[in-house]
């Protein structure tokens, strides 16, 4: 006997001839952790799928044995028989159903004479969210009232609810806040106590050297290194994946900040669902040409819903005046602000971000069409040229841009969105969350793509959880809490501790 639960041999997949993984092995014993690392568009997702027989036994090559035993599953379902759970990158909950049909979904169980037993469902999901330390969502509501963290933790305890002997994570903590990441990690302590192997796949490296035992690196398909924790750091990590040092995480460029650009005067949003809840209320900052403006505050902050009410993409009710350049301008909707001068690229990019029946190239151009459009006819040329020119300038990872969408890795579709926002000359520049997702070769990229832009005089606004990343980038931070302007800082030796304490209502707030 080997010791291993499950080993991945000589794995080879290739799409449309294109080679996305090659000849990587994969082993793995009870209890056993492993970190699988790699740039956008190493092959993790790839190599999971495989895996998990989303790509059937027959359409790769190699062999999976578990238990020592040829494993070849010709669909998810035969791998979760197998005791193979997979909680995917991009969410795959049923908006429509409630929490508990979705902990539930093809799992559903029934009572005598085939009706679903909802009693029997509803109590095993509040069990399974009491863990998870959600007990005040309320499992008879759809899910689509419940934000993106919270759909997070609904998707990982419907995989708690299967009997896992392997459990794959991949990306699962990209909406999670700090806190329920610390639950998620406890969860998986647990499972590996029980003997529960895992496969975790994060860009946010300290979570993956917090909990993983062996970290296993892939560049371009390949294998690269097999490595137990105890003889790696961080920094080992990145050099790995990217197959050099990067000592520096944020590049820097002096960039002139010049006069007030944009103002937004008392903004106030109020909650969809409950309307006379506010979840923005009355607030006003100005932004200058060429400066980047953080926007930091915990989950549920309401600094989503201040800067899409700015750019007209709220769902809710909202008030308040957006000028530019010294004028009102009307935001009412994503296309009028287009045409003002603003480009957001947003949070969710499943849902707001791409068209998933297109390819790369449409994705891109498709806020600018009518740029190509002579006298009826398409310029197929320019509009190609264009479309190059951005995916070189984004390093954005596609075999053609003819490619669907969808076959892009989870970081390259996010290049790609913020491919099609530059593409119509923004003066302000919204980003929401860039870089969630984003390995951290291509954060580096995306740092020094905002710095560059703003040298040129657009002006940024970048919504971001992460500290770390706004106080490496900023030139200014506001900070949210509970709907409210909390403070207002010069980035000069602000500190991660300040922002916190404005954030949650206490400190000097003005620097
Ligand atoms: N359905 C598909 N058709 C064509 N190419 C694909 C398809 N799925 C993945 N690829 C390609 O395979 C490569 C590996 O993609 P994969 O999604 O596995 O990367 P990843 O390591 O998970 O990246 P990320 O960190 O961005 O999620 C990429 O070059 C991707 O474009
Ligand atoms: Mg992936």
Redesign the pocket.
């Known amino acids: 006997m080997s010791g291993y639960l499950l080993e991945m041999k000589g794995i080879a997949?290739r799409?449309?001839g294109?080679p996305?993984?090659d000849g990587i092995d994969l082993a793995i014993r009870p209890g056993e952790c492993i970190g699988l690392c790699?740039?956008?568009?190493?092959?993790?997702?790839?190599?999971?799928?495989v895996l998990s027989a989303v790509y059937p036994h027959g359409t790769w090559d190699g062999e999976i044995l578990l238990d020592g035993q040829p494993l070849r599953a010709q669909s998810i379902r035969d791998t979760e028989d197998a005791g193979i759970i997979i909680i995917h990158?991009e969410l795959m909950l049923v908006p429509e159903l409630t929490v508990a049909e979705n902990i539930f979904l093809g799992n559903e169980p029934t009572l005598p004479g085939g009706r679903l037993n909802y009693p029997a469902m509803n109590r095993r999901a509040e069990e399974i969210l009491r863990e998870l330390k959600l007990p005040d969502v309320n499992v008879v509501l759809p899910v689509k009232n419940y934000g993106g963290g919270h759909q997070q933790l609904i998707e990982i305890g419907k995989a708690l609810n299967k009997k896992a002997r392997l459990l794959i994570l991949?990306?699962p903590s990209a909406s999670l806040t700090a806190a329920e990441i610390e639950v998620l990690l406890e969860i998986i302590r647990d499972l590996k106590a029980k003997g529960v192997a895992c496969v975790y796949?994060s860009?946010k490296l300290e979570e993956v050297a917090a909990i993983c035992d062996t970290i296993v690196v892939?560049r371009d398909?390949k294998h690269i290194a097999t490595t137990p924790m105890q003889q790696m750091n961080v920094d080992r990590i990145i050099a790995q994946m990217c197959g050099r040092e990067m000592n520096q995480l944020y590049p820097t460029l002096p960039h002139e900040i010049g006069e007030v650009v944009m103002e937004a005067r008392h903004i106030t949003c109020w909650d969809p669902d409950q309307p006379l809840r506010k979840k923005v209320d009355d607030v006003s900052f100005q932004l200058r040409r060429g400066e980047i403006l953080g926007i930091a505050g915990l989950v549920g902050a309401g600094r989503t819903e201040l800067v899409t009410a700015i750019y007209g993409a709220y769902e809710g009710a909202y008030e308040g005046e957006v000028w530019l350049e010294g004028q009102r301008v009307n935001t009412s909707t994503p296309l009028k602000s287009i045409d003002a001068g603003f480009a957001l690229v947003p949070e969710d990019r499943k849902h707001h971000g791409i068209v998933r029946d297109l390819s790369v190239g449409e994705n891109i151009t498709l806020s600018v069409l009518e740029r190509y459009s002579r006298l009826s006819r398409i310029d197929g040329n320019l509009e190609a040229r264009e479309i190059g020119e951005q995916i070189k300038r984004l390093a954005l990872?596609?075999?053609s841009p003819g490619?669907?969408i969808?076959?892009?890795?989870?970081?390259?579709?996010?290049k790609a969105v913020l491919a099609k926002m530059l593409l119509t000359g923004p003066k302000v520049l919204i980003l929401d969350e860039p870089t969630r997702?984003?390995?951290v070769g291509a954060k580096f990229e995306i740092y020094k793509l905002m710095l560059e832009l703003a040298a040129q005089g657009i002006s940024i606004i970048m919504v971001s959880s992460e500290l770390a990343e706004v106080l490496g980038v900023s030139d200014r931070v506001l900070v949210m809490g509970e709907g409210k302007l909390r403070g207002d800082f010069v980035n000069q030796g602000l500190t991660q501790e300040m922002v916190l304490a404005a954030a949650i209502g206490q400190g000097n707030n003005h620097g």
Not at 38 to 49: C, V
Not at 406 to 411: F, K, P
């Open positions: 997949k799409f449309d294109v996305a993984l790699g740039e956008n568009g190493a092959g993790k997702s790839t190599l999971m799928k990158q991949d990306e796949i860009h892939i398909g990872k596609t075999a490619l669907p969808t076959a892009l890795s989870g970081g390259n579709q996010q997702g984003v390995d």
